[in-house]
């Protein structure tokens, strides 16, 4: 009987342990790399937006802002509230309300301040990396800007446009562009210099304490020495005046605001604003009063209350000073009552550098102060008011008042 062999021959490799773990890892390496591949395959480079978020330059960045201001994408088109952390970037439009105002900084350091009413747009915001070369340019559609440049080099630019007019600013200058709605123009340099091209062919350099006005077809209107601020004197600001101290009745009081002449230019007359908002809105404004020769006015019949006054002159060729900043005064009831004025909800948020916005809230029409700044508590109690605070301040005291005298003072960290 034949005997049947078994070809099957099995030999044992003997494997070191270190080489099991080598393959193993190489195994993962690969699965991890085809997994990459097919994401990458079916959405995209997964790192090339991180990539392109960090070749975005910073763009230029509110350093305050109170009222409605509101900002408008270049590329989306959306409009956004203005926030502490909002970046501008060309293109961008900043729109601020009847009682909206932003200063922003921009990439050479200069910054301006976009007053009430105003459109601005974000032309160019541009620092050449490695090099002291800067490019900024902004456009102003209507309202009025301040321009204050820093030390420039000799390879930046800073311009200012308007409808009418190309505006070069030199290092050091301090100047306001303003867009009127008859489209009419004015610039005021108060410092420094500025070369100014116009939409009629006209060319000239404007220094330090010069005017002038632009027509509606691009040609230098008037060229005049600058009107200085006239200087409030009475009432002082944040001054308590007693109801029927200064005259009048029932309940009403009269209130005289006197000024003293501007220390530059030559006024022809003056014009005068009281309000109870300190943005001076339409709806707030008790008293406005125009051509006035002398450099004081009777405000009758004001009844208790906060009130805020401004004044601004105007030369005989139509040339105006900017306003005054405004002073603010109370009328009070005599005696005080027993009533508690409290504060409450108050928060703290951090805006830039020693900056932080204040919330709260307490009765309506309270006075708040905090750090040398006051504002006034709206109809729902809720106040809002922006401070700057010093370095490795950790709390900061509140004070609060109503118009009957009576008076709180409370600390709150700003963590």
């Known amino acids: 009987m034949a005997v049947r062999q078994n070809r099957i021959n099995v030999e044992w490799w003997i494997v070191q342990k270190r080489v099991v773990y080598l393959l193993f890892a190489f195994g993962l390496l690969a699965a991890g790399a085809g997994a990459l591949a097919l994401y990458g ?6 790192f090339a937006r991180a990539k392109t978020e960090a070749s975005v330059p910073a763009g230029a960045r509110f350093l305050a802002f109170e009222g409605d201001v509101r900002v408008v994408r270049a590329e989306t088109r959306e409009t956004l509230l ?11 439009i900043v729109q601020t309300q009847a009682d909206g105002r932003a200063r922003i900084q921009l990439a050479d350091g200069s910054t301006f301040v976009a007053r009430p009413n105003s459109v601005v747009t974000i032309r160019d915001n541009q620092r050449i990396d490695g090099s002291d070369r800067t490019n900024v340019r902004v456009a102003v559609t209507s309202g009025e800007i301040n321009v204050r440049t820093d030390q420039l080099s000799a390879e930046a630019t800073n311009i200012v446009e308007t409808p009418l007019t190309q505006n070069n600013l030199a290092a050091r200058t301090s100047a306001s562009f303003g867009v009127r709605e008859n489209s009419t123009e004015d610039i005021r340099v108060s410092s420094g210099e500025v070369e100014t091209a116009t939409r009629g062919g006209e060319q000239t ?4 304490g010069e005017y002038v006005a632009v027509n509606q077809q691009g040609t230098i209107r008037s060229r005049e020495r600058l009107l200085a601020i006239p200087a409030p004197q009475s009432p002082r600001d944040l001054e308590r005046i007693t109801a029927g101290a200064a005259g009048g009745g029932g309940g009403a009081t ?12 030559a006024p022809d007359h003056y014009r005068v604003e009281v309000a109870t908002s300190p943005f001076f809105v339409s709806a707030g404004r008790v008293i406005e009063r125009d051509q006035l020769d002398a450099t004081e006015l009777t405000a009758g019949d004001l009844r208790p209350g906060v009130y805020y006054w401004r004044v601004r002159a105007i030369t005989a060729s139509g040339q105006s000073s900017d306003w005054s900043e405004p002073r603010k005064f109370s009328i009070e009831v005599g005696g005080k009552s027993d009533e508690m004025v409290s504060v409450a909800d108050v928060a703290f948020e951090y805006v830039a550098g020693n900056v932080y916005l204040a919330r709260g809230r307490t009765q309506p029409g309270n006075t708040i102060r905090i750090n040398g700044r006051e504002t006034i508590t709206a109809a729902d109690g809720g106040f809002q008011l922006q401070i700057t605070v010093p370095g490795n301040t950790r709390d900061v005291a509140i004070e609060a008042a109503d118009s009957h005298g009576n008076e709180s003072r409370t600390r709150h960290s700003l963590k």
């Open 41 to 46: 395959y079916f959405h995209g480079n997964p």
């Open 82 to 92: 203005a926030r502490s952390d909002t970046q501008l970037y060309p293109g961008d």
């Open 205 to 208: 350099t404007l220094r330090g």
């Open 254 to 265: 009269n209130i005289f605001l006197r000024w003293q002449r501007p220390a530059s230019g």
